[in-house]
C-alpha cells in the first residue's frame, strides 16, 4: 500500500530526569498505510504511549520528525495541529474520558461541533456512530449510567465520528475484562473494514496484538517486528 497516512522519522525523545538525560525513543522510522492494522506491544516504560502521543501531535520529538497526511507536524504551530488532528486522527484510551454532564450522544458529537459542523448534522452523524458500536438504545444515558464496555464503546464512537484517517488506541481493552476486550477489539477491526481507517492500538495483551496486520514490539526505545 502506497497511501501511507502516518509516518514518522529517526524519531528520539530524550527527558531530563535531574542531571542524567533519559532515552525513551531511539531514532525510530515507522509509518502506517491506509487501513492497516498496528499493533504496539512492551513492557511498562517501553515507550509505548510516548510514541503514540508523539505520532498524535500530543507531545514533540526531540529529534526526527513526524509526518500526518504528508504534513510535517514540526512546521506547524498548536492551532494548525489541532485542526488537522481533528480531521484526521482520533485517539481512545485505556479510560474513556468521557464528560460526565453530558449524555453518549453529546459526548460523540463534540468532535464534530469543534469541527464546525451543524447541530444537526453533529447529531445525526452521532447517533449514527452510536448505533454502528451498539449503543442505539443507551445514546441518551449520561456515563455513570453505563456499563465499563459500554463506556468504552461510546469513547470509540467518538474517536470514530469524524471517520479520522487513522484511529490511535493506548490500552483500550485494558480496563476491561476479558470477554468486554474481545468485544471491543472485534467492534474496532470491524470498524476499521468498515471505515478504511488505519488502526494503531498499543497494547500489552499478546493475544490481542496478534490480530492485527503487523505486530511491533518495542523494547529499548527501538520497534521491532515480530
Same mark, same amino acid.
Given at each position: 500500500?502506497?497511501?501511507?497516512?502516518?509516518?514518522?522519522?529517526?524519531?528520539?525523545?530524550?527527558?531530563?530526569?535531574?542531571?542524567?538525560?533519559?532515552?525513551?525513543?531511539?531514532?525510530?522510522?515507522?509509518?502506517?498505510?491506509?487501513?492497516?492494522?498496528?499493533?504496539?506491544?512492551? +513492557? +511498562?516504560?517501553?515507550?509505548?504511549?510516548?510514541?503514540?502521543?508523539?505520532?498524535?501531535?500530543?507531545?514533540?520529538?526531540?529529534?526526527?520528525?513526524?509526518?500526518?497526511?504528508?504534513?510535517?507536524?514540526?512546521?506547524?504551530?498548536?492551532?494548525?495541529?489541532?485542526?488537522?488532528?481533528?480531521?484526521? %486522527?482520533?485517539?481512545?484510551?485505556?479510560?474513556?474520558?468521557?464528560?460526565?454532564?453530558?449524555?453518549?450522544?453529546?459526548?460523540?458529537?463534540?468532535?464534530?461541533?469543534?469541527?464546525?459542523? +451543524?447541530?444537526?448534522?453533529?447529531?445525526?452523524?452521532?447517533?449514527?456512530?452510536?448505533?454502528?458500536?451498539?449503543?442505539?438504545?443507551?445514546? %441518551?444515558?449520561?456515563?455513570?449510567?453505563?456499563?465499563?464496555?459500554?463506556?468504552?464503546?461510546?469513547?470509540?464512537?467518538?474517536? %470514530?465520528?469524524?471517520?479520522?484517517?487513522? @484511529? @490511535?488506541?493506548?490500552?483500550?481493552?485494558?480496563? %476491561?475484562?476479558?470477554?468486554?476486550?474481545?468485544?471491543?477489539?472485534?467492534?474496532?477491526?470491524?470498524?476499521?473494514?468498515? @471505515?478504511?481507517?488505519?488502526?494503531?492500538?498499543?497494547?500489552?495483551?499478546?493475544?490481542?496484538?496478534?490480530?492485527?496486520?503487523?505486530? @511491533?514490539?518495542?523494547?529499548?526505545?527501538?520497534?521491532?517486528?515480530?
Amino acid at each position: 500500500m502506497n497511501d501511507i497516512v502516518l509516518k514518522c522519522e529517526q524519531v528520539r525523545k530524550v527527558y531530563a530526569d535531574g542531571a542524567l538525560n533519559v532515552e525513551v525513543l531511539r531514532s525510530l522510522d515507522f509509518e502506517v498505510a491506509a487501513a492497516q492494522s498496528v499493533s504496539i506491544i512492551g +513492557s +511498562s516504560g517501553s515507550g509505548k504511549s510516548t510514541l503514540l502521543h508523539i505520532l498524535g501531535g500530543l507531545d514533540k520529538p526531540s529529534e526526527g520528525r513526524v509526518l500526518l497526511m504528508g504534513r510535517d507536524l514540526g512546521s506547524l504551530n498548536q492551532k494548525q495541529i489541532g485542526l488537522l488532528r481533528n480531521q484526521y %486522527l482520533g485517539f481512545v484510551y485505556q479510560f474513556h474520558h468521557l464528560l460526565p454532564e453530558f449524555s453518549a450522544l453529546e459526548n460523540v458529537m463534540m468532535p464534530l461541533l469543534i469541527g464546525k459542523n +451543524s447541530k444537526a448534522e453533529a447529531e445525526a452523524r452521532a447517533a449514527e456512530m452510536l448505533d454502528k458500536v451498539g449503543l442505539k438504545q443507551r445514546m %441518551l444515558h449520561r456515563p455513570s449510567e453505563l456499563s465499563g464496555g459500554e463506556r468504552q464503546r461510546a469513547a470509540i464512537a467518538r474517536a %470514530l465520528v469524524t471517520r479520522p484517517r487513522c @484511529l @490511535l488506541a493506548d490500552e483500550p481493552t485494558g480496563n %476491561l475484562d476479558r470477554k468486554n476486550a474481545q468485544n471491543i477489539l472485534d467492534m474496532m477491526l470491524d470498524l476499521k473494514t468498515e @471505515l478504511a481507517t488505519s488502526l494503531v492500538v498499543v497494547t500489552h495483551d499478546d493475544e490481542l496484538a496478534g490480530r492485527f496486520d503487523r505486530v @511491533l514490539t518495542m523494547q529499548d526505545g527501538a520497534l521491532r517486528s515480530r
